[in-house]
């Protein structure tokens, strides 16, 4: 089933950031998305939906945290961490770098180890 709210969110959410379509466009070109500029249109007018892994990418753009809140779903959590954007940025860079992740552990002295492996 469709949710109205969905166009007019993804709308509010692009002009709230200052991007074009075109920018948007570009972005989802970036990560791997073949998209047409009438297409976003589409999904800011109601006449399509984009797909689960499309809205999830301009969720990430327009720094949508809470994603079933802001689209009108009850997200069944009682309290959720409030993170700035720069707290945000850095989680979504850590996540981004499993590279670092042993070295960033030990820099904060995190121990990620198994307790059954001590």
């Known amino acids: 089933m469709k949710n109205p709210k969905i166009a007019e969110i993804l709308k509010e ?22 998209i047409a500029v009438k297409s976003i249109y ?10 689960a892994g499309n809205l ?5 753009l327009y720094q949508i ?3 079933l809140a802001t689209f009108g779903y009850d997200s069944n959590i009682k309290e959720q961490p409030s993170l700035s954007r720069q707290d945000y940025s850095l989680v979504t860079a850590y996540h981004s770098h499993p590279e670092m992740h042993e070295a960033v552990n030990k820099l904060l002295d995190i121990n990620t180890q198994d307790p059954a492996k001590k």
Do not use: I
Not at 42 to 51: D, F, L, R
């Open 13 to 34: 959410y692009r002009k709230l950031n200052h991007l074009s379509v075109k920018e948007v466009a570009d972005y989802l070109h970036r990560n791997n998305v073949d």
């Open 42 to 51: 589409g999904w800011e007018n109601g006449q399509t939906q984009p797909s």
């Open 56 to 60: 999830m990418l301009l969720c990430r």
């Open 65 to 67: 945290r809470d994603v």
